[in-house]
């Protein structure tokens, strides 16, 4: 059974956002004072200034996922990236909602019990919305994430090379992820501290795909929506999603980031997305100047002879 | 009489470290244990890793001066902007003892005592170096900055301007400003969080001159060198300079993002550095896109018509 809480002033700033975010930052609350903008009703959320009502924050919600459907034109097949979390949940469901010809998939990252747990969660938002959820198994590519070093980074490179595979094997023009507008934010500022501007590339909301390459088209539906309202999506719309954190996250210095971001927001509303729309910007007038090449092994891209992928894989 | 004190654990992480710097931070200690990397004298430094004494420290500091000078062949007068602060002390201090041609000037802002203190500050440090220091005063522009609504801002314009005006007239090559790596780090971010990408240009240790539009060389001789070490360095050579903080400053958003960024460091060295060091390519990557014209009025240059500064100007 899903419990269904009222919300209200739901803080940004709160400390360690993304670690226990459910049990920390939604109270049960009596019903604000404030009604909504949009009718008569009591709001629950305030999003630069405005308020808006259980009705009227999903209607916003699902116009700003809509604003980038329609900016670049996405038409035909999408795969859906669900980890199980909060963000894939609101992102596969804002998808359905709007119609769109979807494909959702799963990675299993075989991490204890955590990757059991988000894959029945991820399981029963397919069912209860009456799709069939596709399973990728990473360890029947020999990867064991226990054994690695630096088992972050393989992870993040097994999950875009095997999302994009997934899409295209499976005739889809576009695979979507559950990037939300604090991920991008964060990622940018931890790129930059590390001198990486490598990955600061794709920072946006869509990529064009590249046939030749094999590659899929890239959508960040949730671009300019914050983990504050993906979270307050996913409640008023009952979804399951896992509440547990990945165990190797629980430490990664992007959370600092994180938090202080979303701490300089509740000071000054906007800023992430500024942010959020510098980085966008930037990204276009760099460009890619980063060669592509096709790996020798598997013939998808590569910026190398042989992909980042095929030499992570054991097998 | 300048007192000096003996430091240690200078924190770059205490709060409002803009904000009376001096007298929250600089602690008379007894002596430190550790010992210099480089001679057997006390150490009054860790930077990244490695302990300094005083002479080490001034060498290091003078080195990280000289890798500017010498990266970009800077050969000729430079005009040198002193405000009376700590940074454009130690910048001219350091310009000073690499054996430069020098001509300090002072723009007086006409900021109540303020300016007066710093200009006077500015004089002792001039003469005790045995220069002239030039004065220019915003007043004779009919500008005053207690009747702006955004004093900043007009200041910034008059500041920019003056400067290279100065330069351009007194035959200088260059202008050194005393922008330090906290500044350019905090003066990006800042940028961001105002989408106002057109700030971000020029955000870089040298900037070309373009001899058609009047415009001066500028050079940033301590981008590498942060808040606390320029401290010490004005501590160690007993170096006068204005303790005082702007009146208009004080509640300037930047100060959250300079103890952020100095918590981070604090928790990880190095980010600062790299962060400056991604903001450098970056904005190589992206060039200057903006096109240039000369102002009709003044003939100096501009991205409209006229200039802004022409445009701040009461006579």
């Keep these: 059974m899903v419990i269904f809480f009222v919300i209200r002033d739901f803080d940004d700033s709160t400390p360690n956002f993304s670690q226990n975010f459910f049990k920390r930052n939604l109270l049960i609350l009596p019903a604000s004072k404030m009604k909504c903008e949009y009718c008569e009703k009591e709001a629950v959320e305030n999003i630069y200034g405005r308020y808006y009502c259980e009705n009227h924050f999903v209607k916003y919600f699902l116009g700003r996922v809509r604003s980038i459907i329609d900016k670049f034109g996405i038409n035909g097949r999408i795969a859906v990236a669900l980890s199980g979390g909060k ?35 991820a399981e029963e938002l397919c069912n209860s919305l009456g799709y069939r959820l596709h399973i990728i198994d990473i360890n029947e590519y020999g990867i064991n994430l226990a054994d690695e070093k630096k088992p972050c980074s393989v992870c993040g490179t097994a999950k875009r090379y095997l999302m994009n ?54 959508i960040k539906p949730l671009y300019w929506l914050k983990d504050k309202e993906c979270m307050l999506y996913v409640y008023i719309n009952r979804l399951r999603y896992a509440e547990e954190e990945c165990p190797h996250a629980i430490s990664a210095p992007t959370i600092q980031i994180k938090e202080w971001i979303h701490e300089m927001e509740g000071k000054k509303p906007g800023i992430m997305l500024n942010m959020a729309k510098s980085f966008w910007r930037l990204e276009e007038m760099i460009g890619s100047k980063a060669k592509l090449n096709i790996c020798r092994k598997c013939g998808y891209a590569s910026y190398s002879k042989i992909c980042k992928f095929c030499k992570i894989r054991k097998r």
């Design 87 to 121: 963000d894939s949940s609101a992102c596969f469901h804002s998808l359905h909602k709007l119609k769109l010809d979807l494909l959702p998939f799963y990675i299993n990252l075989g991490i204890e019990s955590y990757s059991e747990i988000c894959q029945k969660k």
């Design 165 to 218: 595979k997934f899409a295209y094997e499976n005739n889809c023009k576009y695979v979507a992820t559950g990037h939300n507008l604090s991920d991008v934010v964060t990622f940018a500022l931890n790129n930059f501290m590390n001198a990486n501007l490598m990955n600061f590339r794709g920072n946006r909301p869509y990529l064009e795909g590249k046939e030749e390459y094999k590659m899929v088209a890239k």
